[in-house]
């Protein structure tokens, strides 16, 4: 069956370091993945999406890249801050369904 | 615009009750997704809308559960009865589909708790 999965449940990093979450999937070939923010009692928020013929995205600190081979995608933030503390969560689509990940909870450390 | 509202943003039931959650997506978007999230199985879709017509409902657990769309402006979720292990927070979500792609916007989500 297919699958999504992030491999952290938590992450802890050093304000001004680079933070990378991973999400692989498995048993099947998405068109595009999706990443969003969750901060605690509100609903998830867009980030970014990257397409399957796309390497690499780029929005501000924020960079996604997206494997084929490897069947994963890396999420990375530059110069974390403690504002950046929150559970981010990939998806992966096809057609108009999206399946999300159980979300890494990142926790920047001032 | 307002974003996605929903309502109730809390609701404490007790179990056998009937519970109506509701959401308004965002104007113009003709995608509409209804998710549960809990700790044990994350984000799940339950049902999903395209220009108010039902597409697929395969994520609805049970029978006790339905969703209906009367118009581009307003959807329902219904759990009825409504048990215990139906406690979780539920999302709307609405899209506008380009390319086959959207991003979802969500919904602060109403918390569910069954007793």
């Known amino acids: 069956s297919q699958k999504i999965e992030q491999n952290s449940e938590a992450l802890n990093i050093q304000e001004g370091k680079t933070a990378t979450l991973t999400c692989n999937y498995t048993?099947?070939?998405?068109?595009?993945l999706q990443w969003y923010r969750q901060d605690p009692g509100r609903g998830p928020v867009f980030l970014l999406l990257?397409?399957?013929?796309?390497k690499e995205k780029r929005k501000e600190r924020l960079k996604v890249t997206f494997d084929t081979t490897l069947k994963q995608s890396l999420f990375h933030i530059t110069a974390s801050q403690p504002a950046d503390s929150a559970t981010y969560l990939c998806?992966?689509?096809?057609?108009?369904?999206?399946?999300f990940g159980s979300g890494t909870q990142l926790t920047v450390l001032p | 615009d307002a974003g996605v509202i929903q309502s109730p943003r809390h609701e404490v039931t007790e179990m056998g009750q009937e519970v109506t959650l509701r959401c308004k997506p965002i104007?113009?978007?003709?995608?509409l997704f209804w998710y549960r999230q809990t700790m044990m199985r994350g984000l799940e879709l339950l049902i999903y809308?395209?220009?108010?017509?039902?597409?697929?409902d395969s994520g609805m657990p049970e029978d006790r559960f339905s969703a209906k769309m009367p118009n581009a402006s307003f959807s329902t979720l219904k759990i009825q009865p409504s048990e215990p292990r139906d406690s979780a927070v539920y999302f709307c979500?609405?899209?506008?589909?380009?390319?086959?792609?959207?991003?979802?916007?969500f919904g602060e989500g109403s918390r569910l708790t069954v007793l």
């Open positions: 998806a992966s689509g096809s057609a108009r369904q999206l399946t």
């Open positions: 048993n099947y070939s998405p068109a595009y």
């Open positions: 990257i397409r399957e013929n796309e």
């Open positions: 104007s113009g978007h003709d995608y």
């Open positions: 809308f395209n220009n108010n017509v039902p597409i697929d």
């Open positions: 979500a609405s899209s506008r589909m380009t390319r086959n792609t959207g991003e979802l916007f």
